[in-house]
Structures are given as C-alpha cells and as structure tokens.
C-alpha cells in the first residue's frame, strides 16, 4: 500500500496559538488530500477534502477560517488549526489520494493528537 | 438514520475465539467495502477491501458482503491478544469521488 507520513504524532499547545499539521505521501503523487477529525470512542469525521493547486473544499459545520489547509505540492498537505481552543483537542488525520494503484485514498497517516491547554 | 451503522462494542473475547464484527448501511449505492484496525492513538490500517457480495480471505481475516441484505462482516478466526483494538468498516459509494463513510466502528478486547 502507499506510505503516508504524518507529523507531528502529538502535540500540545496553549490556547489561542496555531498548529500545523504536515501530512506527506512518500511513493506516490497525491493529487487530492483527505483531513478527517476524530473525537474519543468516535468514528472519522471528513472535515475538508483539497486538490493540489486549489482551495479546499470543507465539510458542513467545519470552520474554513480556523482550519487552514494547504495542499501546494504533489507530496505535501498541511493543516493548520489557527487560535486553537480546547475544543479543538482532537485526533487529526489525513489520507492523500492520487494516481494509480497507490494513493488509492483508502490509506491513512498515523494521525496527530492535538491538545489544547 | 445514519448511513452506516455498526454496533460500538465493547466486545471481549477468549484467546483463540472466532470473532464476529457487523455492519449494516442503509445506500445502496456503496459499491466499496473496507475494514479497518485502528489501534489507540494510531491512524485507521486497511484490512480488508471488496467490492462484490461474497466472501474474501486473508490469512485469519474474512470479509463477507451481502447486498441483498446490506450487510457486510468481518470474522476473525483464531484471534490473537494483538487483536485488540477498534474495528471500523467504511464504505464508498460509486459517484462519491472515493469519499469514505465510516461505520463508529466496534472496540474488541482478546483476552489472553
């Protein structure tokens, strides 16, 4: 299957400062980029779906303004929690998709557990 | 409703059980079925992908779907204390852009 990188694995950051999260696809190009969201004892919840090149496409309820996504190369999303806040703690996850048998979007990263303090 | 529905668990079974994981979804146009490990703190890893009734194998893991019924299931043969983690089954329907519907997905604890 494809190898996604994603980091950092936690993080724990004070209310009201920005988090970056990168997410890499290391054999394959990923053309479109998956960011999911998941709660505690929750299933994945898709928050915003981006092609490379093109603004993000956000899921109903998913603030565009405080999740920042950039998907500016073939290899490399990123997704930055502006002014987080404690609801915002959560389990990010991304999941590239791209051309061919691999980066068929069915692969996921490790995931990013975000606290906020 | 939701789309997809599939019990939360907790489930606990014996070292060496046959373990039974179930969903069922209500769109008849998911054409893809996935199962998913997830252990805590890490992301999904695919298990099992299909995409026709029937059953496939994979070492101690069978995926079994039946569209008539809308119904899809994952057995675990001879299950393993490593075993132990959330199983989520996601689906994808043919006109979606391979967008991902997830089961809440089923916490399963083998006990050695």
């Known amino acids: 299957g494809a190898v996604v990188s994603q980091h950092p694995s936690w993080v724990i950051c004070k209310s009201g400062t920005s988090v970056k999260i990168e997410c890499r696809s290391l054999d394959f190009q990923a053309t479109t980029m998956f960011w999911y969201r998941q709660f505690p004892k929750q299933s994945l919840m898709l928050m915003a779906t981006s092609n490379e090149g093109s603004k993000a496409t956000y899921e109903q309820g998913v603030e565009k303004d405080k999740f920042l996504i950039n998907h500016a190369s073939l290899t490399l999303s990123t997704l930055t929690v502006t002014s987080a806040h404690p609801e915002d703690s959560s389990f990010y996850i991304c999941?590239?998709?791209?051309?061919?048998?691999?980066?068929?979007?069915?692969?996921f990263g490790s995931g990013t557990r975000l606290t906020v303090v | 409703q939701k789309e997809v529905e599939q019990d939360p668990g907790p489930l606990s079974v014996p070292e060496g059980a046959i373990v039974s994981l179930n969903c069922t979804y209500s769109?008849?146009?998911?054409?893809?079925f996935m199962w998913y490990r997830q252990y805590s703190r890490k992301g999904p890893e695919l298990l099992m992908y299909t995409y026709s009734s029937g059953n496939k194998e994979d070492g101690r893991f069978t995926a079994q779907v039946d569209k008539s019924s809308k119904y899809i299931s994952l057995f675990i043969r001879d299950s393993q204390p490593s075993d132990s983690a959330t199983y989520l089954c996601a689906m994808v329907s043919s006109g979606s852009a391979r967008q991902l519907t997830f089961g809440s997905g089923t916490q399963l604890t083998v006990l050695p």
């Open positions: 769109n008849s146009a998911f054409q893809y």
């Open positions: 999941s590239p998709r791209g051309t061919g048998l691999r980066g068929d979007g069915y692969t």
